[in-house]
């Protein structure tokens, strides 16, 4: 059984920074191209940031883009996202996500649960 959970998300003033973390379990990590989504209040899903299984690639949204950081850890199944110089409109449930081929060409195989982020102006 796949699980991946999420975890560093709260309240943060604009310009603050965050790192939020996804343990992942029950899938062989390191095979799998790992990605965050966000979505805000009356708005759709949208992709942020993925890395490929080994680390050599990354994607991001334009809107995150020399903002925030994409990382993993395959020796302790988990995906990090940093965000710095947050802004109000980074508030979201922010979604951890792993897909065998490629995220975002591709819907993930697996979600987690989310976790809330809040910007405060």
């Known amino acids: 059984q796949v699980q991946l959970v999420e975890s560093g998300g709260g309240l943060v003033q604009a310009g603050g920074s965050l790192r939020l973390s996804c343990a992942a379990s029950?899938?062989?990590?390191?095979?799998?191209?790992m990605g965050w989504f966000r979505q805000a209040p009356g708005k759709e899903r949208e992709f942020v940031a993925s890395?490929?299984?080994?680390?050599?690639?990354?994607y991001y949204a334009d809107s995150v883009k020399g903002r925030f950081t994409v990382s993993r850890d395959n020796a302790k199944n988990t995906v990090y996202l940093q965000m710095n110089s947050l802004k109000p409109e980074d508030t979201a449930n922010y979604y951890c996500?792993?897909?065998?081929?490629?995220?975002?060409?591709?819907?993930?195989?697996?979600w987690g649960q989310g976790t809330q982020v809040t910007v405060s102006s």
């Open positions: 996500a792993a897909d065998i081929y490629s995220i975002p060409r591709y819907s993930p195989d697996y």
């Open positions: 029950g899938l062989t990590f390191g095979a799998y191209f």
């Open positions: 890395i490929s299984g080994k680390g050599g690639t990354t």
